[in-house]
């Protein structure tokens, strides 16, 4: 490295290296950064030049401000509050059922000849068609929405993880035969720690699914949640409202995602180098 | 006595639906004596790891007796120490839990377990490392790791499948005289499957020649010179006379498979 070792070079080089080093480190955010910048002051202006109504196309300030009031009234918290539990307890039950499937699909040939068929027909349903079903037999509450969550962040979770359990080495599982091991030995010991990548990959999946399945669920019918609350202002031609809301929702969206990243990274830290 | 480890005439058969069946191993008789050090050279494909599968207890013979300290081998041992050509180390554990998976797998005492995990690594040189994991070590020292793991719940035959041919060549020259030095330390006794005559001559008390298709033994050297050896032994006439012999067996073997090419 440059700026740790600097060679004989004269210090003014060193000087030109080291901010060179600076400057790409944080080139990359502050294109980024610059981009919704231009893009946010482009859409100001051209609403302001040709005086969009806000109920046609809200300018970015009006979003802003409409943000700001849902926030402060403590609405959009609320509402923050119910569509997060539905999605996290959702995604938790989903993604446990999914590992559970897949390590009983993996360890028994009947059961996964039993379970095939049903797996493959659920899955190619589409959730949102069977969520007005949810909304019938668990009604408007927070039950119905956790439902159809489970539902959708089930299947990529236990996809993901037969794969990620039969594709394990196969040397691996020797060593534990070759020891007098058992089959729940080698799935404890070798399988299960060696799909945890793949696990993940199916988690990261899962849980940018459950943001939209619950959206979808609140959209069927609920009685609060941000998906109830985008249908509302939309009823009322509240666009800076509605903006907002999508705003949130896709900074809940990207959070989620980016914690399921960091979790990964601390649960297959030995992943990363190989 | 009983030996450590014998075969009696046994073979493996591959049989698969709509082929004729594959001998891989016929009519195979050894007997390795308690503390023995023997190697299995041969060409690829003639059987040899076949063998260690057998004698693991992973593969089930076609015909034939294979015991262990005179108990018939049907199912794996927990006597046994197995090293395979990779290291096959579990990458989310330690170097110390590496070592210690035997132990955990067989439920062994684990205090006593982590002392002779610690004095093994210091044997092998790996001292410090014990709280590293894999990716931090070179491919040597893993194998090393490897080797550490087959000894570490103290078995009375370790089986080695070309333990070392994935490292290059100097790393390899190294490893033997550490394997050299960490058997004279524990007398174990072990079954090396090598391709490599060199490595044969140079760690073996015997050397088992066999043959390809289907993998029988063809000769049976002894190599009595006093340990321990160093890399210059083999440039001595006694391990050059003893390469030269393998080698011979070896070249008669290949042209008994195929006549066209051995020729030249």
Same mark, same amino acid.
């Given at each position: 490295m440059s700026e740790t070792e600097p060679s004989a070079a004269s210090l003014s080089t060193v000087a030109t290296e080291e901010r060179v080093g600076l400057w790409q480190r944080t080139r990359p955010a502050l294109d980024v950064m610059t981009s919704i910048v231009v893009v946010l002051l482009l859409w100001e202006g051209l609403v302001r030049l040709f005086d969009v109504q806000p109920f046609i196309f809200p300018a970015p300030s009006a979003v802003l401000r409409s943000l700001w009031l849902g926030l402060a009234s403590g609405r959009y918290v609320a509402a923050l509050g119910v569509t997060l539990t539905e999605i996290l307890s959702g995604a938790v039950i989903g993604s446990l059922a999914g590992l559970i499937f897949a390590v009983a699909m993996v360890s028994s040939r009947l059961v996964n000849r039993m379970l095939y068929p049903w797996v493959v027909g659920i899955q190619t349903i589409p959730k949102v068609a069977i969520a007005p079903l949810m909304l019938v037999w668990?009604?408007?509450?927070?039950e119905s929405k956790v439902l159809i969550v489970a539902l959708t962040a089930m299947f990529p979770v236990m996809i993901n993880t037969i794969s990620g359990l039969n594709a394990t080495e196969h040397d691996q599982i020797a060593l534990v035969q070759a020891l007098c091991g058992n089959r729940m030995q080698i799935l404890r010991h070798v399988q299960i720690p060696a799909a945890l990548p793949y696990i993940f990959a199916g988690l990261n999946t899962a849980i940018v699914l459950a943001v939209i399945a619950a959206i979808v669920g609140e959209f069927v019918? $609920?009685? $609060?949640g941000i998906g109830y609350l985008i249908l509302q202002a939309n009823f009322a031609l509240d666009l800076p409202a509605v903006f907002s809301l999508l705003t949130l929702l896709g900074t809940l969206g990207v959070l989620l995602s980016l914690g399921m990243r960091e979790i990964e990274r601390r649960v297959c830290f030995w992943n990363r180098r190989s | 006595m009983a030996s450590a480890l014998e075969f009696r005439n046994v073979s493996l058969t591959y049989r698969s639906a709509g082929r004729s069946p594959v001998? %891989?191993?016929?009519?195979i008789s050894l007997a390795v004596d308690d503390g023995e050090f023997v190697a299995v050279v041969g060409? !690829? +494909?003639? +059987?040899k790891s076949s063998l260690l599968k057998l004698a693991l207890g992973l593969q089930t013979k076609s015909d034939g007796v294979i015991r262990i300290d005179g108990k018939d081998v049907e199912r794996p041992r927990p006597d046994v120490g197995v090293v395979f #050509?990779?290291?096959?180390?579990?990458?989310?554990?330690?170097v110390l839990q590496n070592v210690l998976f035997p132990a955990d797998i067989l439920h062994l005492p684990r205090e006593q377990a982590t002392r002779n995990a610690t004095d093994l690594l210091a044997l092998a040189g790996? #001292? +410090?490392?014990? #709280?590293?994991?894999?990716?931090?070590?070179s491919g040597g020292m893993q194998q090393r790791v490897g080797i550490v793991r087959a000894l570490v719940h103290d078995p009375r035959v370790l089986l080695m499948d070309e333990?070392?041919? %994935?490292?290059d060549a100097l790393t390899r020259e190294a490893m033997s005289l550490e394997l050299q030095r960490i058997w004279m330390a524990r007398r174990k006794t072990i079954v090396f499957v090598t391709h490599n005559i060199s490595e044969a001559v140079l760690l073996a008390d015997r050397i088992v020649v066999m043959s390809a298709r289907p993998g029988r033994i063809i000769a049976d050297l002894a190599?009595?010179? !006093?340990?321990?050896?160093?890399? #210059?032994?083999? !440039?001595q006439p006694f391990a050059a006379a003893l390469s030269g012999q393998i080698r011979e067996h070896l070249t008669r073997a290949f042209a008994m498979q195929a006549p066209g090419i051995a020729t030249s």
């Open positions: 668990f009604g408007f509450g927070i019918g $609920a009685r $609060a | 001998d %891989a191993v016929r009519a060409p !690829s +494909g003639c +059987g #050509q990779s290291p096959v180390l579990l990458p989310w554990r330690t790996l #001292q +410090g490392f014990e #709280q590293k994991y894999p990716y931090e070590l333990p070392f041919a %994935a490292l190599n009595p010179a !006093s340990r321990p050896r160093d890399i #210059q032994f083999l !440039s």
